[in-house]
């Protein structure tokens, strides 16, 4: 292995192939942190109606979750970029194509939150069914109203049951965010192949991309499991940590 | 001096090739092809009319076509008339570390040979001159590269038409917006939805997509050459007795005349799936490449002589 490519001048915009790589690096980050902010407040109101007592809020929810669970991310990625501006009217979608700054990263970041947010959606809304119901009677019955019983009672405990899946989640939308490349954005997977094609280093690009990848989901791993150790409480459920 | 050197090298060399075949140990590739009795051929998706999918789904093309003739040169060599030919499609990115990594044993794609490219793999001698011109919307108004001025072109990964349009955005500081995509179908599509107002491409494979296009005469290929590229197939680096038996096969097919067939079928005739004849007479630079067969790369300028 040999990583002194690194340090050379790249073939095109003036910088280095570390550039490149920190560059991939960043729209990574950016994609997964903006995508992620979209899926988990898109999915937990969502989840939250996919639990209401009334068919005119649930329905929709649920048809929500079953369309874009069931498309695969490649499908999505390509119908956002290529099909959604063809079907939109002429003029927004020729502001789309041409106008619009970034039109990759942004429809990227947009389809991985509304996917990812379907899958959300589901854990939020298992996490609101595993409290027994007795409690949503006893909030009822102590004069709450329903979103006041959901704003004190079922969320923060459901919030907390769900911490270890919605870890997984997370971390599975940094690896996701490789897919828009498909679309062209320059993330870390994109570079990785693009210095790998300019540079004929394949092995070490990758293995610098994989070290990457686990550096980013093990912080992200370490922080989850912070946060449920802080936010326990105690005598409740599960007892993660001492 | 040096002429004298290499006469005697090259028929030091041509002492040493001249065993027949079976009389020597096999090495590389073709003992791996006679202990599996498979071949594995490397093939595109949308190179028309080099190398891409038939209606049937069916790999096809000028580049397919010599690749068998390849592939019964070396059916004789080895005695082996049963030899199984596996098709495995390929990317402009993926081809180079598939064939590095053994996932196939030849290229018969539309891959240009580079001085570049030349570190890593060998080529069979040259069967394709083209170059990189751009594909336009006649309405867009893009009469030339000078027009590019700030606006989207989107290249396909990993070609040298990429390196090509780049260099030339760098020299002339046009300042274009490039989007990258992963196939040239891909490509194409950016432009006919208006995403991008120019595709860089191989001009020959540009008239295979305009040719394909829902309205081709919405299209044109402008410009003059960015850059030379000679196509050739591709075949793992360092492996002589195999490299030996495909510039041989080439080589027979040139001096026959039978390329001029496979040529006129493929570029002057009706060719699936939508039964369109390119009409492309041949090339000049071709001609002269059929009659002196070599495998000489283009320069990192991007020109045969840098």
């Not at chain 2, 028929?11 to 040493?16: F, R």
């Not at chain 2, 496979?262 to 570029?267: A, D, G, L, Q, V």
């Not at chain 2, 002057?268 to 000489?296: C, G």
Request: proline letters at 6%; aromatic letters at 10%; charged letters at 20%.
């Amino acid at each position: 292995m040999d990583f002194g490519f690194l340090f050379q001048p790249a073939f095109s915009g003036g910088g280095t192939y570390l550039d490149w790589v920190l560059s991939g690096i960043k729209w990574t980050l950016c994609l997964s942190v903006l995508g992620w902010i979209i899926a988990f407040t898109l999915g937990s109101v969502l989840g939250i109606l996919r639990t209401a007592p009334l068919a005119i809020l649930r329905v929709p929810a649920t048809l929500y979750v079953e369309l874009f669970r069931n498309v695969p991310l490649l499908v999505q990625m390509f119908i956002w970029y290529f099909v959604v501006p063809e079907i939109a009217p002429k003029g927004a979608g020729d502001w789309l194509k041409t106008q619009m700054p970034m039109p990759e990263f942004w429809n990227g970041v947009l389809c991985l939150g509304t996917y990812t947010a379907s899958r959300v959606a589901e854990q939020v809304r298992a996490g609101i069914q595993s409290i027994p119901r007795g409690q949503v009677n006893a909030g009822l019955a102590t004069g709450l109203t329903l979103p006041q019983t959901y704003r004190y009672v079922l969320l923060p405990m459901s919030y907390r049951i769900i911490i270890p899946p919605l870890t997984t989640e997370f971390l599975t939308i940094f690896k996701n965010s490789s897919v828009a490349l498909t679309i062209g954005v320059l993330e870390l997977t994109a570079q990785a192949r693009q210095i790998s094609e300019y540079t004929f280093q394949t092995f070490e690009i990758f293995t610098i991309a994989t070290v990457v990848y686990a550096l980013i989901t093990l912080t992200v791993t370490f922080a989850m499991r912070w946060l449920e150790h802080r936010t326990r409480v105690p005598g409740y459920i599960g007892g993660a940590g001492k | 001096m040096l002429r004298i050197h290499q006469l005697v090298a090259a028929v030091a060399a041509a002492g040493l090739f001249a065993a027949p075949v079976h009389a020597q140990e096999l090495t590389g590739t073709l003992k791996k092809i006679k202990d599996t009795g498979v071949i594995k051929v490397g093939h595109r998706d949308a190179s028309v009319p080099f190398s891409y999918l038939d209606d049937k789904q069916r790999p096809v093309g000028y580049g397919v076509d010599i690749c068998m003739k390849i592939i019964d040169r070396i059916k004789a060599d080895l005695k082996m008339p049963k030899l199984k030919v596996e098709f495995v499609p390929v990317t402009s990115q993926t081809r180079i570390p598939i064939l590095t990594g053994g996932n196939i044993d030849i290229e018969c794609g539309s891959t240009t040979n580079s001085v570049e490219r030349q570190k890593q793999v060998d080529f069979a001698p040259t069967y394709f001159m083209t170059g990189t011109k751009i594909i336009v919307k006649k309405s867009s108004g893009i009469k030339g590269y000078g027009d590019l001025k700030g606006k989207t072109v989107v290249f396909t990964q990993g070609t040298t038409n990429e390196r090509a349009m780049k260099a030339y955005n760098d020299e002339k500081k046009l300042g274009i917006k490039f989007i990258p995509s992963k196939d040239h179908a891909e490509s194409f599509l950016a432009v006919e939805t208006g995403r991008a107002v120019a595709f860089p491409m191989d001009d020959i494979l540009l008239y295979g997509l305009r040719a394909n296009a829902r309205n081709p005469n919405d299209y044109e290929v402008i410009g003059e050459f960015l850059s030379d590229d000679p196509y050739a197939i591709m075949m793992r680096k360092g492996d002589p007795a195999f490299k030996k038996v495909v510039d041989g096969a080439v080589t027979a097919l040139y001096k026959s005349g039978e390329i001029n067939k496979i040529y006129t079928k493929w570029f002057q005739s009706p060719i699936p799936p939508k039964n369109i004849n390119l009409n492309v007479p041949m090339s000049d630079s071709l001609k002269e490449a059929i009659k002196n067969p070599n495998d000489t790369g283009v320069g990192a300028c991007g020109k045969m002589k840098c």
